[in-house]
Structures are given as C-alpha cells and as structure tokens.
C-alpha cells in the first residue's frame, strides 16, 4: 500500500483525473492523507512511531534537521534520502549475500 500526504488539494484533483486509468487493484492501494494526518495514521502505527512533523511524538532524528529549528516542522528530504539509501544499501548487501549461498 501506498500512503501518500498531507496532500494538496491540487495533487488530490490531478489524483481523482488520473485514478480511473489505474487498475482497481493499485486504486485500492493508494490512500493521500490529509492535512491531519495523525488519525489516518494511527489506524495502523501507534502515535510513538508517528513522526513530529506529522503530529506524532517521534522525533525520528534521522528524518529532520535540528539545527536551530523546530523539530515537528524541519522535515528534511535530503536527510530522509540518505537515510534510506543507507538501508537500501545494506539490504542490497544481504539479499547478495543471501544469493551467493
């Protein structure tokens, strides 16, 4: 599944165009949060995993930049980026160990 958000009112518009070219197995799977993501969100994560910048009480100081800014608003995507490529990478290494088996 896909969550996607918050998200404008702008992406939601070109969202509902283009959703009815989607299979109905991907539209199923696709879900734009809104402005209040928080209770979307803890459907399914509890509120200690929810980031602050989304309304949670993580701080997931991988995911932001605190230096000299509010942690719940200084998303930041560059960080975010390395952050997963550096997972990426080991899970990378492992599925190539895993296959050298």
């Given amino acids: 599944h896909l969550y996607s958000g918050p998200v404008s009112m702008l992406l939601r518009k070109l969202y509902s165009l283009t959703k009815p070219l989607l299979p109905r197995n991907v539209q199923g799977k696709i879900r734009l949060l809104p402005s209040d993501p928080v209770p979307t969100l803890q459907e399914f994560l509890s509120e200690d995993v929810i980031p602050m910048f989304f309304g949670g ?31 990426l990478s080991g899970m990378s290494s492992a599925f190539h160990r895993d296959q050298s088996k």
């Fill in 57 to 87: 009480t993580s701080p997931h100081t991988d995911l932001v930049s605190t230096e000299g800014k509010d942690m719940a608003t200084s998303f930041n995507f560059t960080q975010m980026r390395d952050y997963q490529i550096d997972i």
